[in-house]
């Protein structure tokens, strides 16, 4: 595994610029963090919101906490990254927001910007959003949260977006009984607050997509978004309006988070098709919210 993963790691203009989107969001996120949530005792979801609770309790460095969590995460996660090629992107985005975080102790110490809990979690919350979403351009993952959804969504069913719903209430639920249910509620609308950021930070409002490919290598195509992305697709036939010539249109449903590493795939195996890229209101069904829940 470990040898697929050196070999797969990319070094062109594009993952360049991708890495540097991906030290960016994590810098900002980890900016929100030290100027809004520590110091504010606000918990974000996921490994982070744990490092911040045991932060609180134990005095132990959040970053390094951060970074410990999501390594066996990481290792059992390891195919629903999207393989080897993604996944550096996520290693690279645990490891920056990880060290920026505890690095950046050093420059902002713990002294708030303002002792106002809404301007605390307004702020803190668009922030850390526009962090994620940064991230999701860069073609890269937050780890933790995004691991344990897929993981819970393959296992369980649940949807994705439960999933993260569930992990992220865990946390804060917890810092409820530490800091008091004030400081829960505010963290409930910081969370709130900071997936909408991302939505809108990355690819707009929806958080569901989808993607119509006409191509001449719908095999390809196909096999590369059930491996990398381990998302269903369907085949259509379709004659071209102007040639008439028959063509294969390939039809996949993906989340906002998977559309750039998407259109990356589909251009890597044939560039010359041609993609839509739609807004969907809602999914239902494998991988999205169950039918029944409708």
Not at 143 to 165: E, P, V
Not at 246 to 272: F, G, P, Q, W
Request: charged share 15%; net charge neutral.
């Amino acid at each position: 595994m470990i040898r697929q993963f050196i070999s797969k790691i990319e070094f062109t203009p594009r993952a360049l610029r991708d890495y540097l989107l991906i030290l960016l969001g994590s810098l900002v996120q980890a900016l929100s963090l030290r100027l809004f949530l520590v110091p504010a005792s606000l918990v974000s979801g996921g490994i982070s919101g744990a490092a911040q609770l045991l932060h609180y309790a134990l005095g132990w460095p959040i970053g390094l906490v951060v970074l410990a969590g999501n390594l066996p995460l990481f290792v059992i996660g390891w195919r629903y990254l999207g393989g080897p090629r993604f996944a550096s992107r996520t290693i690279l985005a645990i490891l920056s927001f990880s060290i920026f975080t505890d690095l950046l102790i050093y420059l902002t110490g713990n002294s708030a910007l303002t002792e106002d809990p809404v301007l605390n979690t307004v702020f803190g919350g668009l922030l850390l959003g526009i962090g994620l979403g940064i991230v999701y351009l860069g073609r890269g993952t937050s780890g933790g949260t995004d691991i344990l959804g897929r993981i819970l969504n393959r296992k369980l069913g649940i949807s994705i977006s439960m999933a993260y719903m569930i992990t992220d209430s865990l946390v804060v639920l917890m810092a409820g009984f530490v800091f008091g249910w004030e400081k829960a509620l505010y963290g409930l609308l910081m969370i709130y607050l900071s997936g909408v950021a991302a939505d809108l930070a990355s690819e707009g409002a929806n958080i569901t997509k989808a993607g119509f490919i006409i191509t001449l290598k719908p095999d390809a195509v196909i096999n590369a978004i059930q491996d990398e992305l381990d998302r269903g697709v369907t085949l259509i036939p379709v004659v071209g309006g102007y040639t008439r010539q028959e063509r294969a249109m390939v039809y996949c449903v993906v989340t906002a988070s998977e559309v750039m590493r998407l259109k990356t795939i589909v251009h890597e195996v044939d560039k010359n098709a041609f993609m839509v890229i739609g807004q969907v209101s809602e999914a239902l069904g494998e991988g999205f919210k169950p039918l029944q829940e409708s």
